[in-house]
């Protein structure tokens, strides 16, 4: 089905690329684009960094038959590399070498996998600037975007490198006199890693830092749409010192990769960030084998501004939790609920800064809005601005394909969204801000738990009480409290209801990779 979904986004991008290409403007673009892809990916190829095979065993391989896949440039539809297409085959031999790795890895102290983990991150910061390059190629964000997910990325291998030492487990006050109650925390073992393409890197490191620092094996499947930059921090990982077998990356066929990750006994754990209906597939393969399972699906996040609150700092965080990464973020705010007294006022203002984001190519100094992903992301968005307009919401901003064609969306404000719309149900996952009035602090809590998702949600007040009680009623993982960027390394990541199971991140985040055993120690008088 991803294969389909490549194919069917690639058709689309070209011929999107012939309409656009069809004036002089289009085709003047499209050659500085070019020249401006290929002085990057010259300096991501002169650092050592672009690799297009996977990594099995600390070695780097073809398909065993040959396949390859093409990875584009969102912003030109352009190849800019041919990965390998892996399946099933490879998918076993990369969980036979980490299941072998386990063994010596997971014995090492805490203090030798900290420092191989400390020396991955620093190598990932001194190469900042060619990850970045690789990533705004390959999935279209800003590279001003770019620079912090390699920091934030980074950040995860940092933190976990000094967890490493703090996995502490219990003595338990006895019954019995003559015994000994101990717990211990260890490595659940194998963990099959499976990421998105929204934050190549980051999404990466979340998952293999706590599960490398507790003594964890990991095989990681990126998507086919960003393979290029999971390759590249594997290959600082292996520079690191991190051993062979302990990190591995196959990509290609999804599903065949993730049913072998599913029904081999040998993975122990399936980490997952995603859309909720492969988390759900995903949660169910996983029963066979009776395998722990995280979860960091969809969300349909509200960000809801009372009448009290500071209106500059509504707009600052209404904006960058919208349109971070065009829209493309699980936490994006989804929902815009703007309380009646204040509705028009944060409108015309909300419009006003959102006039004034640039769209362009992530490599240009100037843009902060990139492309979508694919076509289908732009037909998606297309499909729920159509929704909302037949059921009586107005644009106020945007509302069509950008011109520079491609799959450049323009931002987009629609107001008088409803909750009969699919803008107001579902994740656009796109550059459009719904606007959605409501009346009452209870009809704001009401609505904005008015979905089955519940993994982020915002609200700006100044009132300390309000603030309390609403975080408190929503049903959410993640509150950000006059504040639209609330993601760290030091606190948990993660959702309620059908945005999945499991926290990332923080001193949380490392239980997920870890099991108790219970030791009763007896006759010891």
């Known amino acids: 089905m991803a294969m389909a979904m490549r194919r069917v986004a690639a058709l689309g991008a070209r011929h999107i690329l012939a309409a656009s290409s069809s004036t002089s403007s289009g085709v003047s673009l499209r050659r500085h684009m070019s020249v401006d892809a290929g002085a990057a990916m010259e300096k991501v190829r ?61 014995k090492l102290t805490a203090s030798e996998r900290s420092k191989a983990l400390r020396k991955w991150h620093d190598l990932i910061i001194s190469h900042k600037e060619e990850l970045a390059l690789l990533m705004t190629l390959e999935q279209g964000k800003p590279m001003k975007e770019a620079l912090g997910e390699v920091t934030y990325g980074a950040s995860f291998i940092e933190y976990f490198a000094e967890e490493a030492k703090r996995i502490y487990g219990d003595i338990i006050p006895p019954t019995l006199s003559d015994r000994r109650l101990l717990v211990l925390k260890q490595p659940v073992g194998v963990v099959g890693a499976i990421t998105p393409w929204n934050f190549p890197l980051a999404m990466i490191t979340r998952k293999v830092g706590p599960a490398l620092a507790c003594g964890c094996t990991v095989v990681v499947k990126p998507s086919e749409f960003t393979p290029l930059t999971a390759l590249a921090a594997a290959d600082l990982a292996l520079q690191a010192g991190i051993p062979a077998g302990a990190l591995n990356v196959v990509m290609g066929n999804a599903p065949e990769i993730g049913g072998e990750l599913l029904q081999s006994t040998q993975v122990r754990k399936i980490t997952f960030t995603g859309s909720t209906a492969v988390g759900k597939k995903l949660m169910a393969g996983s029963a066979n084998t009776v395998k722990k399972v995280s979860l960091e699906l969809g969300g349909n ?28 973020t699980c936490v994006c705010a989804n929902r815009i609920l703007v309380q009646e007294g204040i509705y028009e006022k944060f409108a015309s203002a909300f419009v006003k800064a959102v006039q004034s984001l640039k769209v362009g190519n992530g490599l240009e100094e100037s843009t902060s809005q990139g492309p979508l992903i694919n076509e289908a992301a732009v037909q998606k968005v297309e499909k729920f601005i159509n929704d909302a307009t037949s059921k009586g919401a107005n644009i106020m901003l945007g509302g069509k394909r950008h011109s520079l064609g491609m799959t450049f969306y323009e931002p987009t404000v629609v107001g008088n969204v409803s909750n009969n719309m699919l803008l107001f149900r579902e994740e656009v996952f796109g550059p459009v801000a719904p ?91």
């Open 301 to 328: 996040a509200p960000c809801i501004v009372f009448d009290d609150a500071d209106i500059d700092v509504a707009i600052k965080g209404s904006l960058a939790a919208k349109f971070r990464n065009s829209g493309q």
């Open 46 to 106: 002169a650092a050592g960094l672009l690799r297009t095979q996977g990594l099995i065993g600390g070695k780097w391989v073809d398909a065993y038959d040959g396949k390859t896949l093409e990875v584009q440039n969102p912003a030109t539809g352009e190849i800019i590399a041919n990965v390998s297409c892996m399946g099933s085959k490879e998918t076993s031999d990369a969980i036979a070498s980490a299941h072998s790795t386990f063994y010596s890895w997971s």
């Open 435 to 525: 606007l959605v009035p409501f009346k009452t602090e209870e009809d704001a809590i009401h609505m904005a738990n008015d979905t089955n998702a519940g993994l982020a949600a915002y609200i700006f007040t100044k009132s300390i009480p309000r603030s309390w009680r609403v975080s408190e009623a929503l049903e959410y993982g993640l509150v950000g409290v006059n504040e639209g960027i609330i993601s760290t390394e030091v606190a948990p990541f993660g959702g309620v209801k059908q945005s999945g199971l499991g926290r990332e991140g923080s001193k949380y985040g490392i239980d997920e990779y870890l099991e108790l055993k219970y030791i009763c120690m007896g006759n010891l008088n």
